[in-house]
């Protein structure tokens, strides 16, 4: 006879991925409370500690076969305080309360945009190709977000200074996670694969390249990886437009009429 029951070791293993999600809604939460206390450097690194637990909870999730109902609803409503509401609320009280109603009105854009974003998720994650994400990811909003925020204050400067470009940013950053541009999703990587040495070696470099100096590091990744979809979406309908264009020219052996 086991000594625990499997029903009692079944429930027991569903907390792991919980515990992940609830760490990331701590870690949002910490977010707006240091936001409220101006201590916006700690918001900003509380939010990409969200995004690393947040990246932690379905995968640990997959490899002890505990997915569940449960973990997935509660993994959105997570996201939705720590990629949603608290890179709103540290944006708007960074930057953007001193702005009127532009202020208010970009940090709304923002969090409606996340809200959205994740009941879209919910309702297409069945339909829409998995190499891709539709839309911007919130977390990768949310980085946007806390990354400004890290690198302008490490560089002794104060959100007034670039009140401009964070409510253009913000902006950018809601409307970007409901638009229908795709994004590469990185699932199609397959961890138990085995690689090349020189990908080890990029890996090491990658992390010292981080350390070096995270919060530009981390800023420029992820504005980069904002406009990847874009460029990719530009390049694949000039691609679509001279395929067109080709397939209605005249060839030079049709006599003309």
């Not at 085995?194 to 992820?222: D, E, K, N, R, W």
């Amino acid at each position: 006879m086991p000594m625990i029951s499997p029903e009692k070791r079944r429930r027991g293993i569903y907390i792991l991925p919980n515990l992940f999600t609830t760490a990331a809604l701590f870690a949002g939460f910490y977010a707006i409370v240091q936001a409220m206390n101006l201590r916006f450097e700690h918001a900003a690194v509380a939010i990409f500690v969200a995004m690393v637990l947040d990246g932690l909870d379905g995968r640990v999730a997959r490899l002890t076969h505990t997915q569940s109902e449960f973990g997935a609803e509660y993994d959105s409503l997570s996201d939705m305080v720590s990629f949603g509401a608290a890179p709103a609320l540290v944006m708007y009280e960074w930057a953007l309360k001193d702005m009127g109603k532009l202020g208010w009105i970009a940090a709304f854009i923002y969090c409606a945009g996340a809200a959205l974003r994740l009941a879209r998720f919910n309702t297409n994650i069945d339909v829409i190709d998995k190499r891709y994400f539709q839309g911007l990811p919130s977390p990768a909003a949310a980085a946007l977000i806390a990354g400004l925020v890290w690198v302008i204050i490490d560089n002794g400067l104060t959100g007034e200074d670039v009140r401009w470009f964070a409510a253009a940013l913000t902006i950018f950053s809601g409307l970007s996670m409901v638009s229908n541009v795709l994004f590469w999703s990185g699932k199609s990587i397959n961890l138990r694969k085995s690689v090349p040495f020189i990908v080890v070696i990029a890996l090491v470099l990658a992390f010292a390249l981080v350390s070096s100096y995270p919060p530009g590091v981390l800023f420029a990744l992820f504005l980069g990886y904002a406009l990847s979809g874009y460029v990719v979406y530009i390049w694949r309908f000039m691609q679509r437009r001279r395929t067109q264009e080709a397939a209605v020219a005249p060839r030079d052996d049709e006599p003309a009429p």
